[in-house]
């Protein structure tokens, strides 16, 4: 079928390019709402029940391909769990397809933009064409063709899908800017250098850079796409931000040189022995008295299974989320502190929330 505005500019949605035909963007839009209505408005009431009927089972959830097994055979006989299960995962199929299939209807025109960003400012871009990438850094997280390090123009179909993915909540960026708003500073005010590890698209970077407008930001990410498309994001914004391709537990900055290192739901993507070593990275490159502040899923407990339960097992399983059951069962708090790091606060542990922790001075 031919699409006659195809190849038309259609502009900005807030600071994320809009799809390239009104047809594709109506369709995502659709894809948001049907999630928000089928998904996330009963999330919690799904996972209570789930975990209670693997329990009512005598299945223990163990991240095993014989307890995935276990467990599917018991949803084949919940009509509302295999249904939101279903629609769970064909919702992040539709639009994830129609995404990738809009935009690389752009595709040398895509390539060309970024290609020319590279020599332009505010901010500067460095990565490394024959970077020496990880097994682990090529999943495909959240089920995304090639994953977030194998296609040039995967920093572009993140962006396009983390308005969806946020339920409707990000748009302008605005959960990104929330989130930079109640970032806890250093108790001493300080704040010359920031760095953000695991940046994808630079969208918490950028929201830090905007708070701290004299600050020097810095945002690295292992995925050469990630930190390209971020650069000629960053540069739409007219924001003085440094991109650079680097491993999280691998900094390439001398020690004690920020002030402020964030990171914004990376730990989850990486494995136990990787958030080991960037704890480590973090805390050697943190100035003393400087802060670290992590967002990401709470720990699990009896009384809050959260993502180690039931949920987390099967997105685990049918969404690229390989590595998260791993960080939520680990006791990252007692492993913040073996760091030498002293947490100053925790946030609410029913959500998403952050970790503020201290180099001490």
């Known amino acids: 079928m031919t699409r006659s505005n195809y190849f038309v500019d259609r502009g900005m949605n807030g600071n994320t390019p809009a ?10 839009d659709y894809v948001c709402e049907a999630r928000n209505v089928l998904l996330h408005a009963r999330w919690k009431q799904l996972g209570d029940h789930g975990n209670k009927t693997l329990k009512d089972h005598g299945i223990a959830i163990e991240q095993t391909k014989d307890c995935v097994k276990q467990v599917r055979d018991v949803i084949a006989g919940d009509m509302e769990l295999a249904s ?16 990738i299939g809009s935009i690389n209807t752009q595709r040398d025109d895509w390539l060309r933009k970024l290609e020319e960003a590279e020599s332009t400012g505010p901010g500067s ?3 490394d064409a024959d970077f020496p990438m990880p097994d682990y850094a090529k ?12 296609d040039d123009l995967a920093g572009l179909y993140y962006d396009c899908g983390t308005q969806i993915f946020f339920g409707g909540n990000n748009a302008g960026d605005a959960w990104h800017r929330e989130l930079a708003e109640r970032t ?17 698209v630079g969208q918490l970077a950028c929201e830090h850079k905007k708070r701290n407008p004299d ?47 964030t990171a914004h739901i990376l730990f989850h993507e990486i494995p ?41 097992l099967m ?16 006791g990252v708090e007692e492993t913040i502190e073996n760091t030498g790091f002293v947490i100053r606060s925790i946030g609410n542990p029913a959500q998403m929330h952050d970790r503020v922790c201290d180099k001490p001075a």
């Open 272 to 312: 136990r022995p990787v958030i080991e070593k960037t704890l480590a990275e973090a805390f050697r490159v943190l100035r003393p008295g400087g802060t670290f502040v992590l967002w990401d899923f709470s720990t699990t407990s009896d009384d809050h299974p959260g993502y180690g339960g039931f949920l987390g």
């Open 84 to 99: 939101f299960l279903r629609i769970k995962r064909s919702c992040q199929e539709m639009y994830k397809d129609r995404i």
């Open 215 to 261: 600050a020097e930001v810095w945002a690295t990410d292992i995925s050469a796409p990630m930190v390209r498309y971020g650069h000629w994001r960053a540069i739409q914004q007219d924001l003085d931000v440094n991109f650079v391709q680097m491993a999280s537990e691998a900094l390439e900055f001398p020690d004690n040189h920020f002030d402020l290192v």
């Open 315 to 330: 997105d685990s399983a049918d969404n690229g989320e390989p590595y998260a059951p791993g960080f939520v069962t680990m």
């Open 19 to 28: 799809l390239p035909s009104r047809a594709d963007e109506s369709f995502v």
């Open 139 to 150: 999943v495909q997280i959240h089920i995304q063709p090639r994953g977030y390090v194998g």
């Open 184 to 200: 806890t500073m250093p108790e001493d005010g300080k704040v010359d250098r920031i760095l953000e590890i695991g940046c994808s």
């Open 125 to 127: 871009l460095e990565y």
